[in-house]
């Protein structure tokens, strides 16, 4: 069982940055792989990014290549999602979760596979 919880959302003009952060307890962080979703209102649930559980892997939506910049630190059980050059159509609900994969590092995403979510973050980007 992985308990998960999201900071680091807030209001920011366009162009700006904002660092999410989600903290992890439970066992045996090491053993999931992280990821990052999105839902805005209306639309549904997104893959944003994902990490395999050494940190040596990552991977990205498209859209957020070259802006956004996934992280985890397993000493602090932590997972971080640095977001730069925000747009307004990043604004949504931003959600932590851990896809329980002890012996592989598959880069899932498809959020129907994750075993656990957090609660969220709000992101508002204004233009």
């Known amino acids: 069982q992985v308990q998960l919880v999201e900071s680091g959302g807030g209001l920011v003009q366009a162009g700006g940055s904002l660092r999410l952060s989600c903290a992890a307890s439970?066992?045996?962080?090491?053993?999931?792989?992280m990821g990052w979703f999105r839902q805005a209102p209306g639309k549904e649930r997104e893959f944003v990014a994902a990490?395999?559980?050494?940190?040596?892997?990552?991977s990205y939506r498209d859209s957020v290549k070259g802006r956004f910049t996934i992280s985890r630190d397993n000493a602090r059980n932590a997972v971080y999602l640095q977001m730069n050059s925000l747009k307004p159509e990043d604004a949504a609900i931003y959600y932590c979760?851990?896809?329980?994969?002890?012996?592989?590092?598959?880069?899932?995403?498809?959020?129907?596979?994750?075993?656990?979510w957090g609660q969220g973050t709000q992101v508002t980007v204004s233009s």
């Open positions: 990490i395999s559980r050494s940190g040596g892997s990552t």
């Open positions: 439970g066992r045996a962080f090491s053993d999931y792989v």
């Open positions: 979760a851990a896809d329980y994969q002890p012996r592989t590092s598959g880069l899932r995403e498809r959020g129907t596979v994750y075993d656990f």
